[in-house]
């Protein structure tokens, strides 16, 4: 046996002691930090934006987003944290021409399986083709047999038919659904948490999507019950919801908001649909809520780490802009360019155009899609974009063209701007992208209603009183003036209008004569149900020509009769059409100097005179009028007869 003085015994003792707890240190720090941590990578509201896009910036024009620098962003946290979970929203179609191959090649979906996305839900524009085109899709991913994000949806419900069945279409999108895997929700495992995911669509979203043939189950209700399986059956350490709801300023219309107060034991809420940038998450109770803006402009993060207690702490949160500091992932672009060929193939070919085909240039900067959302006056896009549907009216229906008096365009169908500089074929189809006809081909047509005289004020009645209150609500027309006063009683604030006709003088409507107006498929079926979301008073009824209430919409399509093709004239198209009939400066059509300004279509009257707020009320107004004071009068007689009762009571005793 070796013997040690006592001093370098010591000492080795020390160092011993030292490197064990140093090892105890490590592991400890090592091993619980990474059992107990989580990082989130998520987008929503992408709508197929795969390039990247025109955006002004701090008053300059660039490019933001675009898969491929989304790639890079997503590949630089991963190597910070290989086992980071990347989902995203809902709404991951929809906006740009690559929708236009939803049903045949589901780009959406495949390409966010090679972005590797672990789960995404679905938003109300994946039903814009209905739910015949939703099936195409999910099965035009599965046929692909690439890796594909998985789905979860907890809250959709097929409605079964007078006789107790699946509608065809109902029946084949139910199918589909559970082909590709859909689920309520799915169980990850990332550093030794168990993540449960699940997906929701929100009431209001889920009014949206009125053409789906699906209904969706109360959102609420859902996710009690998903959060339960969750928690007894599966055991999971952080329950995360892909929420298709969003949430508001005002937080008593914050569908997140409400579901975070309601639900608790959700952890994160990634809210999609609003579109809304949180540059700081909303915390209520426990619940983290992120959102990440829209169209891929950023990539949020979060990163969390568990409490002794079990609860979630949040750690980071982030929005990481993705623009030209980032550079494109090879792969992800080469696959973007796959795309775009069987857009050019399959869509483009069939309109004489190419993708990038210049078929105007603008001198003029348009208002953004937050212009137009933020104010509430005459814009020059919506002018332009009306006209343009009453030119190609016109164009298509030749020598058997009738004249349109108005024609409508609700901000809600505005997709996209025009910007200084080229305007390409695929940046006018972004314009005016939604919706499909009849004809089972992307963007929805033209069609012809007629109205009365009352109901064309109804329709400028709906811009001055519901915009305010629903942004999408905002009509811009072609063929009308009008004018109105914000400070007048609600479904009253409507003063003046008039007709103006193409030799520019405007004509007094009657109120009871017919008038031809020109809208979107979508918005004619939207303002028929006006008068029930008015209670009635602000009714409008599309007819025919013959003055008969329209009961099927597509009847009413507008077709190119001008020559043999005799295809629908897509509201994009007609978009296309009045930009390239616009005169030529070295072979190229400029969109002229007319459209720099607005001009007197929607005007406001900002006086507060009280004979200015009250003259010419309509029935509304005068019913409201004559009824406050007789209210008043009865709470008045009520109270002196109560104030009697006492004072005889008093007397008595």
Not at 39 to 50: E, G, K, M, Q, V
Not at 57 to 65: A, Y
Not at 73 to 90: H, Q
Not at 156 to 164: A, E, R, T
């Amino acid at each position: 046996m070796i013997k040690i003085k006592g001093t370098y015994k010591y000492r080795i003792i020390l160092m011993a002691l030292i490197l064990l707890i140093s090892a105890i240190g490590i592991s400890t720090v090592y091993g619980e930090e990474k059992d107990k941590q989580v990082t989130i990578l998520f987008t929503h509201d992408l709508h197929d934006n795969l390039l990247p896009m025109k955006y002004i910036e701090n008053g300059t024009l660039t490019n933001i987003g675009g898969y491929a620098r989304l790639q890079s962003a997503i590949n630089r946290e991963k190597e910070m944290d290989p086992e980071a979970v990347l989902v995203d929203g809902g709404d991951f179609s929809m906006g740009t021409p690559f929708q236009t191959i939803f049903q045949t090649d589901a780009p959406g979906l495949r390409i966010l399986g090679s972005m590797g996305y672990d789960a995404v839900t679905f938003g109300n524009h994946e039903f814009d083709y209905r739910a015949e085109g939703l099936a195409d899709c999910l099965n035009a991913a599965v046929e692909s047999g690439e890796y594909l994000p998985q789905i979860v949806q907890a809250n959709v419900h097929f409605p079964l038919d007078k006789d107790g069945k699946l509608t065809a279409s109902l029946s084949k999108l139910k199918q589909s659904m559970e082909n590709y895997g859909v689920k309520d929700y799915i169980v990850l495992e990332r550093n030794g948490v168990k993540i449960g995911v699940f997906g929701l669509m929100g009431e209001e979203s889920a009014s949206m999507a009125p053409m789906s043939e699906v209904t969706f189950l109360d959102e609420i209700k859902e996710a009690k019950r998903v959060v339960k399986q969750l928690k007894e059956q599966e055991q999971v350490d952080m329950i995360i919801c892909l929420s298709h709801s969003g949430t508001y300023p005002k937080a008593s219309e914050s569908e997140d908001e409400i579901l975070a107060k309601e639900v608790p034991e959700i952890d994160v809420i990634i809210s999609g649909h609003t579109h809304t940038k949180l540059s700081e998450p909303i915390r209520i109770g426990n619940t983290v809520i992120g959102s990440a803006e829209n169209y891929g402009m950023n990539l949020g993060v979060m990163k969390l780490t568990q409490k002794a207690s079990g609860e979630w702490e949040l750690k980071r949160y982030e929005l990481v802009r993705i623009n030209d500091t980032l550079s494109e992932d090879v792969s992800i672009s080469n696959r973007i360019n796959e795309f775009k060929a069987s857009v050019q193939e399959k869509y483009f070919r069939q309109f004489g155009l190419e993708f990038d085909e210049v078929v105007a240039y603008s001198d003029i900067q348009f208002q953004t899609l937050d212009e137009l959302f933020s104010t509430h006056a005459e814009a020059t896009i919506g002018n332009l974009i009306s006209d343009a549907y009453i030119y190609s009216v016109k164009q298509a229906e030749g020598e058997n063209y009738t004249p349109v008096d108005v024609a409508v365009v609700p901000n809600g169908t505005i997709r996209g701007t025009i910007f200084k500089g080229e305007i390409t074929a695929a940046d006018a189809f972004s314009i005016s992208s939604l919706g499909i006809g009849k004809d089972g081909i992307p963007g929805y047509p033209l069609i012809s209603v007629y109205l009365t005289g009352k109901e064309l004020i109804t329709l400028c009645e709906v811009d001055a009183s519901i915009t305010p209150i629903m942004g999408e609500a905002q009509l811009y027309l072609s063929g009308m003036n009008y004018t109105f006063n914000p400070n007048r009683l609600i479904f009253n604030k409507v003063t003046k209008t008039s007709l103006l006709r193409p030799d520019g003088t405007e004509e007094q409507i009657e109120m009871d004569k017919l008038y031809r107006v020109v809208c979107n498929l979508y918005s004619a079926q939207m303002l028929s149900i006006v008068g029930d979301k008015s209670y009635g008073i602000m009714s409008i009824v599309p007819k025919t020509r013959e003055g008969e209430a329209i009961t099927d919409f597509e009847k009413q399509i507008i077709y190119n009769e001008a020559d043999s093709s005799k295809t629908e004239l897509k509201e994009w198209y007609a978009v296309v059409q009045y930009l390239k009939s616009f005169n030529s400066v070295d072979g190229i059509p400029h969109i002229p100097a007319y459209y720099e300004t607005t001009q007197g279509r929607k005007n406001i009257d900002q006086r507060k005179n009280i004979v200015v707020l009250l003259q010419n009320p309509n029935g509304f107004a005068l019913a409201i009028y004559i009824a406050v004071p007789l209210i008043l009068a009865l709470i008045c007689l009520i109270i002196v007869k109560c104030i009697k009762h006492f004072l005889h009571k008093g007397k008595r005793k």
